[in-house]
C-alpha cells in the first residue's frame, strides 16, 4: 500500500510537470491517474502479497503448533534459504518490462525464448550458492549461535525447495506481465 502511495505521488508530481498549473485538471488528472495505477498495479500487488504471506505463513503455524524454540530454529533456516530468491528477484526486475514488451507486441515466441533463457542463467547462478549453503550450513547457522545448528536438516531442505523454486522461473511475474495474475 505505501509503495503504491509513493508511486501515485511519484506519477503525479511528474504529471504536474508536463501539464498546465490549474488546480482543478490537476486534481482530476491525480484522480485519474490514482485509479488506473491502482488498477494496473493490482496483479503484482497481490503478488507481493502473497510472496510475503508465504514467507510468514510458516514461522507463524510452527509458533502456533510447537515450542517458542523450534519456532526460531525454523525461522532462522527459513531466513536463510530465502536469501536464494534474491538473485531471483534481481533477474524479475530486468525480466518483467522485457516480457511486457514481447506480451504486447505478440512475439510468444521470442517471448518464451527469453523466458526459458533467464529461468536457465537464474538456475546455473543459483546452483553453486545453494551447493555452497547446503554444504556449509552448519558454519552459517552457527552465526545465530550454537543451538541453531539444530536446525541444520530443515535448512538443507529449505534450501532445496527455494531452489526448485528459483529454477522453475518467473511464473508470477510472467503471469503479471502477461495481464493473466489474480
Given at each position: 500500500v505505501?509503495?503504491?502511495?509513493?508511486?501515485?505521488l511519484?506519477?503525479?508530481?511528474?504529471?504536474?510537470?508536463?501539464?498546465?498549473?490549474?488546480?482543478?485538471?490537476?486534481?482530476?488528472?491525480?484522480?485519474?491517474?490514482?485509479?488506473s495505477v491502482?488498477?494496473?498495479?493490482?496483479?503484482?500487488f497481490v503478488?507481493?502479497i502473497?510472496?510475503v504471506?508465504?514467507?510468514?505463513?510458516?514461522v507463524?503455524?510452527?509458533?502456533?503448533?510447537?515450542?517458542?524454540?523450534?519456532?526460531a530454529?525454523?525461522?532462522?533456516?527459513?531466513?536463510?534459504a530465502?536469501i536464494?530468491?534474491?538473485?531471483?528477484?534481481?533477474?524479475?526486475?530486468?525480466?518483467?518490462p522485457?516480457?511486457?514488451?514481447y506480451?504486447?507486441?505478440?512475439?510468444?515466441?521470442?517471448?518464451m525464448?527469453?523466458?526459458?533463457?533467464?529461468?536457465?542463467?537464474?538456475?546455473?547462478?543459483?546452483?553453486?550458492?545453494a551447493?555452497?549453503?547446503?554444504v556449509?550450513?552448519p558454519?552459517?547457522?552457527?552465526?545465530?549461535?550454537?543451538?541453531?545448528?539444530e536446525?541444520?536438516?530443515?535448512?538443507?531442505?529449505?534450501?532445496?525447495?527455494q531452489f526448485?523454486?528459483v529454477?522453475?522461473?518467473?511464473?508470477?511475474?510472467?503471469?503479471?506481465m502477461?495481464?493473466r495474475?489474480?
Open positions: 505505501l509503495s503504491c502511495l509513493i508511486l501515485c511519484l506519477m503525479w508530481l511528474f504529471s504536474r510537470e508536463n501539464q498546465s498549473n490549474t488546480i482543478c485538471s490537476s486534481a482530476v488528472n491525480l484522480r485519474h491517474l490514482s485509479r491502482a488498477i494496473e498495479s493490482f496483479p503484482l503478488t507481493s502473497c510472496t504471506a508465504a514467507l510468514h505463513l510458516g507463524l503455524c510452527i509458533g502456533l503448533s510447537m515450542t517458542t524454540e523450534q519456532a530454529l525454523f525461522s532462522v533456516a527459513s531466513r536463510v530465502a536464494l530468491s534474491l538473485i531471483s528477484v534481481a533477474a524479475n526486475a530486468v525480466l518483467a522485457n516480457l511486457a514488451v506480451f504486447e507486441s505478440g512475439g510468444a515466441v521470442r517471448l525464448d527469453m523466458y526459458l533463457h533467464f529461468s536457465k542463467r537464474v538456475a546455473a547462478i543459483c546452483l553453486p550458492f551447493v555452497v549453503c547446503i556449509l550450513s558454519q552459517i547457522l552457527s552465526i545465530f549461535g550454537d543451538d541453531y545448528i536446525a541444520t536438516g530443515a535448512l538443507k531442505i529449505m534450501l532445496l525447495g526448485f523454486h529454477s522453475c522461473g518467473a511464473v508470477s511475474t510472467a503471469l503479471a502477461a495481464q495474475a489474480g
